[in-house]
Structures are given as structure tokens and as C-alpha cells.
């Protein structure tokens, strides 16, 4: 009796050891695909609190619990699934997926710094005119779809760096990394579309050095927004340009990434005190270049080649 009691706890003790064993590698998993999908994640926070700008101030947290709400279920209900059979049935479908999801990014950042170019004076103010509700369910609906493009990105980007590991191991490592993501980007995007209220509460309600802390707030919001506005459109070149780069490297198409990293390689190695930092830069805006190259041709072919072979006007 004592014996098979023996044996059953060694048993037990076994099988708590195996799922300590499967939780560390699920987290460690989870943590390293986190980190190699950071650049997407970097372009979502950016581009997100845009849907909210011209909207009133007690509308805005409703909305972005609601775009949070939308980007969970795009990853978790439709995006895990369809991971999970690549995974299983098509991995080698899983680059070429990548490589698009990165054009797509390239042609949103080319297309971003052209309007930023033309002359787009009051678009916004006509934008936010109109039925409060309609143009809040359309921001709404707007900023789901695009989050469907980003989260595919970064569920892609993860699978890549899953593939060895077992089917379930991906499974809870990818619902870890989509609820991680989206704790993380719609909290900072809430923090940061809200900086400017607590500022004026700071002002009004402070005391001493936190009322001036408060107006500096505020006034600097207007040029945090612009900057995370520049900081997206980088972010989705260089994303994207650095998923194509890394895509030719799969398919061994290695003439691009070649002259990417060599150059890399020659200013990081001229200062070697900063050599990770400057390897990173460099590659960084290697690959922005190439994503903006890519992303003009998109443009070119969306907006100038498609309406003349279909007789339709661009939009």
C-alpha cells in the first residue's frame, strides 16, 4: 500500500515537474515572439490614438476599450485559428504571408507620407463633422480593420519564431503574446490620448510646481501627437521593409539583405562603443528606405496603374 502511495506521488511529482517544465517554456516562448513582433506593436500604439482625434473627451475610453475589445477578438478568434492550421498544415505559407502583411505596410506608411505632403488642409475638420455616433461606429470599425492587418502581423511574426515548438505550446504561448499586446497597446494608447485631461486637472486642481507641470502638459500633447503620428509612418516602413529583407533571406534572394547588413556592418564597426546601437539604426533605416520604395511602387501601381487598366477613377 505504502509503496503504490510512493509510486503515485512520484508520479504526481513528475507530472508537476513536466508542466513546470511546459509553463517556463511556454513563457519563454511567449516573451521571445513578444520581442521580435515589438516593431509592429511600436506602429500600433502610434497609429491608434489618431481614431480618436476631434472626438469628445468622455468618448474617448469607450472607443478604445472597444477597438481593444475588436483587436482581441481578431486575434483570438480568428487570427489563432488560422495560425494554428498554418502551423500544422502550411508552414511554409507563413513567410510569403509575412512578406505581404509587410507590402501591405509599406503601401500604409508611403501612403501616409504622401498625404502628408499634399495638400490635405481641413480634411480632418470635415472628417469629424456629421452624426457623433455614425462617426464614432465608423473610427471604431475603421481602427478594427486596420488592427486585423497589425495583429496578423505580429501573430505571424510569432508563429516564425513558434515553429519548433509543439502545437499547444504555440497555442497558449500565441493567446499569452495577443492578450500581452493588447493590454499594452490600447493601455498606452489610453494613457497617452488622456495626457492632455490630466494636465488641465493638474493645472486647475495642483498646487506649487504642478500647476505650471500641468500647462506643460498640455501644451506639449499637440507635438506628442504629431510625433507619434511620424513616429507610425516610420514605424510601418520600417517594419515592413525589415519583413521583406528578412522574407529574401528565407527564400535565399540574398543580393538586398546582403548590402543591408554589409553596411550595417561597416559604420557599426567604425564605432565600436556603440556598435549594437549604430548595427541596429543602420539596418533600421536600410529597411525603411526599402519599405518606402516598396510602398511607392504600391501606390503608383494602386493609384496610377489600376484606374487606367480598369477605366475607374482613383480614390
Not at 92 to 100: F, K, Q
Not at 282 to 293: D, E, F, H, N
Request: include cysteine; proline fraction near 4%; aromatic fraction near 4%.
Amino acid at each position: 500500500m505504502s509503496s503504490g502511495l510512493a509510486a503515485l506521488l512520484d508520479d504526481v511529482a513528475a507530472i508537476a515537474k513536466l508542466a513546470a517544465a511546459s509553463l517556463d517554456d511556454v513563457g519563454a516562448a511567449a516573451g521571445k515572439a513578444s520581442t521580435k513582433a515589438a516593431g509592429v506593436v511600436i506602429d500600433d500604439t502610434a497609429v491608434t490614438p489618431g481614431y480618436v482625434a476631434g472626438l469628445a473627451p468622455e468618448r474617448e475610453l469607450p472607443i478604445i476599450w472597444r477597438i481593444a475589445v475588436g483587436s482581441l477578438r481578431n486575434k483570438i478568434l480568428i487570427l489563432l485559428p488560422i495560425s494554428l492550421l498554418l502551423s500544422a498544415f502550411l508552414p511554409w505559407a507563413i513567410t510569403p504571408l509575412l512578406m505581404i502583411g509587410g507590402a501591405f505596410l509599406c503601401f500604409e506608411g508611403a501612403e501616409k507620407l504622401i498625404e502628408a505632403f499634399s495638400d490635405s488642409d481641413g480634411s480632418e475638420e470635415a472628417e469629424v463633422v456629421g452624426d457623433p455616433a455614425h462617426i464614432e461606429k465608423e473610427r471604431i470599425n475603421g481602427a478594427i480593420r486596420t488592427d486585423l492587418i497589425l495583429s496578423a502581423e505580429i501573430m505571424a511574426i510569432a508563429l516564425a519564431d513558434l515553429a519548433a515548438t509543439p502545437l499547444v505550446t504555440q497555442a497558449v504561448a500565441l493567446v499569452i503574446v495577443s492578450i500581452a499586446v493588447t493590454a499594452g497597446v490600447y493601455g498606452a494608447v489610453a494613457l497617452i490620448v488622456k495626457m492632455d485631461d490630466i494636465g488641465l486637472h493638474l493645472a486647475r486642481e495642483g498646487r506649487g510646481m504642478v500647476v505650471p507641470f500641468g500647462r506643460g502638459l498640455v501644451k506639449a500633447m499637440p507635438v506628442v501627437m504629431a510625433f507619434l503620428s511620424n513616429i507610425g509612418m516610420a514605424a510601418m516602413l520600417w517594419v515592413g521593409g525589415g519583413i521583406i529583407v528578412h522574407g529574401l533571406e528565407v527564400f535565399h534572394l540574398d543580393a538586398i539583405p546582403h548590402v543591408i547588413h554589409g553596411a550595417a556592418d561597416t559604420v557599426a564597426g567604425a564605432i565600436p562603443a556603440l556598435h549594437g546601437l549604430v548595427h541596429w539604426l543602420v539596418t533600421a533605416t536600410l529597411s525603411g528606405v526599402l519599405g518606402l520604395a516598396v510602398g511607392f511602387v504600391i501606390v503608383w501601381v494602386l493609384h496610377k496603374v489600376v484606374p487606367m487598366v480598369t477605366g475607374k477613377k482613383a480614390h
